[in-house]
T-cell receptor, first 114, second 114 residues
Framework: KNEVEQSPQNLTAQEGEFITINCSYS?????LHWLQQHPGGGIVSLFM???GKKKHGRLIATINIQEKHSSLHITASHPRDSAVYIC????????????????FGPGTSLSVIP | DTAVSQTPKYLVTQMGNDKSIKCEQN?????MYWYKQDSKKFLKIMFS???????INETVPNRFSPKSPDKAHLNLHINSLELGDSAVYFC?????????????FGSGTRLTVV
């Protein structure tokens, strides 16, 4: 079992729908990242969270440290949101250490249909 | 004016060869990373350097050797290339090494070993 899981694995939505992508992890973390990988392969960092909630445009990311769970929400989805969304956690302590690890989830492939 | 640039973008080479991939960032970040994305699109961190010092070295074959001549550059040298090394390699940078900052990714280098 991966230390970072995402659901769903694949998601197809109609334009305008509200979308939720979930990430759960089993390790202690110092931060959680949401990344977007476009169909062309480029990767963009969307959010970095260590607590609470962040919003950027139509994207909202939340994290619940106690439940080891994070969600990425997309409001009013658009075909240009079609991409793979990847959750990544940074485990280990808050100090610079040689065993500080970054673990990626398997990604959620989102397709938004016009 | 690219923030994180990798060269080359594509690399096709024969088994047994030695090759290098270069990465440069002009963001003034102090931490740089190499990630590998395999054919199943799963991302995995390989190395992380903070101010030219190695801080993450995941279990990768010692045929892979990162070199950071200064904090703006992190190059990846691969000796004796094998078929299984075929993947997309992403360079990234961030300000700070403890995961509390977002990442900026390069556009990736697609390595094909034949």
């Amino acid at each position: 079992k991966n230390e970072v899981e995402q659901s769903p694995q694949n998601l197809t939505a109609q334009e305008g729908e509200f979308i939720t992508i979930n990430c759960s992890y089993s390790v202690g973390i110092s931060a959680l990242h949401w990344l977007q990988q476009h169909p062309g392969g480029g990767i963009v960092s969307l959010f970095m969270l260590s607590s609470g909630k962040k919003k950027h445009g139509r994207l909202i990311a939340t994290i619940n440290i106690q439940e080891k769970h994070s969600s990425l929400h997309i409001t009013a989805s658009h075909p240009r949101d079609s991409a793979v969304y990847i959750c990544a956690v940074r485990s280990g302590g808050y100090m610079k250490t040689s065993y500080d690890k970054v673990i990626f989830g398997p990604g959620t492939s989102l397709s938004v249909i016009p | 004016d690219t923030a994180v640039s990798q060269t080359p973008k594509y690399l096709v080479t024969q088994m047994g060869n030695d090759k290098s991939i270069k990465c440069e960032q002009n963001l003034g970040h102090d931490t740089m990373y190499w990630y590998k994305q395999d054919s199943k699109k799963f991302l995995k961190i390989m190395f992380s350097y903070n101010n030219k010092e190695l801080i993450i070295n995941e279990t990768v074959p010692n045929r892979f050797s990162p070199k950071s001549p200064d904090k703006a550059h992190l190059n990846l040298h691969i000796n004796s290339l094998e078929l299984g090394d075929s993947a997309v390699y992403f360079c990234a940078s961030s300000q700070g090494s403890v995961g509390n900052y977002g990442y900026t990714f390069g556009s990736g280098t697609r390595l094909t070993v034949v």
